[in-house]
């Protein structure tokens, strides 16, 4: 049995609960009931069940898989949306990193970062869903690619540099989406919030700098602040263009395209891109 | 009391609406001038899309437009100039020396910063000063000699501030002042320049917003730099952050003695009004619109944050997660000192 490429005319076997819980068979069980197809849940499952407390979706368990999450940009819901969406990946990825092995062998400051980090975007990811309320993206951490995932934890150099990739990304799409958001509230938000991101990516230049930078200058280098003095800056599209390249969210997480309308003329204009490959 | 959605619109004096909105549906009507902008926009250069805009386009500037922008370049000239005489490069020799005996305590590592933040800030004064020329109006002339850095307001007695001419300690935590002051400020103004379909508005405010993000780095790097110098001192994060309100919120904890009018500076600059705008720094409730109302929530007690650790870790995430701004009135307030108050000049 395949257990990434279900073949919808087989029936899927899931011998156990805790097979279930693996995030590769569960999302082989969401996909083989979209697809019409046929699970075989094995007597093992509910046995597995009746000793879970917290049941499949418990409160501290991967939630399924989410699908087509799209954004419409036409106002400010649709704008947080997509904030949204960073914040809870952010937070999803700076949880898995304090939780994982190579996490014991970073310095007392590069705790003392991550954890701060971790818990501002744990504030950011509440805070947004709930001002969304029944707008707010749902739970997307079951749509984070555990493979990825592990391959970037496997070393402090690919945390790192996955954590500048999110951070600058951050700062980027609140400076490109500014401009559209049509209540002066929640530009000042957006504000509050793309400042906070500003200093996480400094901090993390500043601890692990991008290959070829001046060490003492990284926190704002020539890369990533321009010859008129402005930072990074990214529309929406391009924006989620850099989380998908991450491949830290598997395909189909979002819909194609993502962007079901983009902002109108009178919300603003788009303008130029500025972002470094390797932020 | 509420903000209003797009004040700018709602205040604006009629002779300066008409020809505005004229404009406006001359952009969405697609015409030559979005062509010209995209031009613009592709040489990289958003002085040159500037200069389309205010030349073709706009016939008048919005005054809360020119007013920001013109209050932007007193500060960026403020932080420019103050760089300079720290590092020996301001045109005005008596600058230069005043910094001479904290230059020389100052580590190399240290000295490549500030020449870094230093050219973001001069970048930053001939960015506004052509964006406020391009918009129709005068720059202010301003030089190094219109600056007293020790918070004197220009007396024959030193200010508060002096200290930071000879002490390391005094003038990181000085250069750090400024910078957080300059977040905020540049927070506080967002609003004013948001005025949606706007082609000026955009480009002005989109800039804005990457001065504002570039300031935060310069801040949270100082912090660093800070923290690095006196590591026990967890007021001043690591992650650069901005934790709790006022003078602890300025980590000032290495400063031995600090007069009683830095402290008063310190809790200007780390604390704040009651809103809509402005609030202190240790601020966690929030409003927002939602699209239908607005809302008012309190990021210290939210759900699903039982991650963070305790009540007391879960109080600073909260207050650390937002920095907030400060009123156009409230940094003048504070910068005052700085600047010589010479009304010649037309400095604030």
Known sequence: MSKLRPDPDQPLAIASASELMNPASRRSFVRMLLGGGTALLLPGVFVGCDDDDGGITGPDETPDPVTGISFDLRTDVGIFRMVHVLEQLESAFYTAVLSSSTFSSFTTEEREIFTDIRDVEIIHREFVAAALGSAAVPDIRGSINSTTLNSILGSKATIISTARMFENTGVAALNGAGKYLQDARNLLIAGKFVSVEARHAAAL?????????DANKAFAGDDIVDANGLDVKLEAGAALGKVVGTNLVIAGTFASPAITNAPTATQGTASADFFPTNP | MEMQQKPLLDGMDPELMAPLISRREAIRKGLSTSSMIAAGLALGSAPVALAVLAKDVYGQTPADILDALRFAYVLENLENEFYKAVLGTSAVTAQNNAFATVRASIPASAVAAFQQIQKHEAAHVAFIAQAITLAGSSVPPLTANDFDFTGGNGSSTPGPFVRATTELAF????????????VRAYKGQAGRLLIN??????TVLEAALRIHSVEARHAAKLRRIRRALNTSDTSLRFSGYVLGSGVAAAGAGNIANPPQAVIEALNAIYGGGSGPVSYNESNTSHVVFNGTAAVTINAATLANTDAIGNATARSNAAQMAFDEALTKDEVIAI??????????????
Not at chain 2, 197 to 202: F, H, I, R, V
Not at chain 2, 335 to 348: E, H, M, N, S, Y
């Open chain 1, 205 to 213: 230049r500043d601890i692990a700098p991008p290959a070829g930078q």
């Open chain 2, 171 to 182: 003038l990181l935590l000085t250069a750090q002042a400024l910078e957080d002051t300059g």
């Open chain 2, 197 to 202: 379909g706007d082609a000026l508005s955009d």
């Open chain 2, 335 to 348: 910068v005052r000192g700085f600047i010589k108050d010479d009304a010649a000049r037309g400095l604030p």
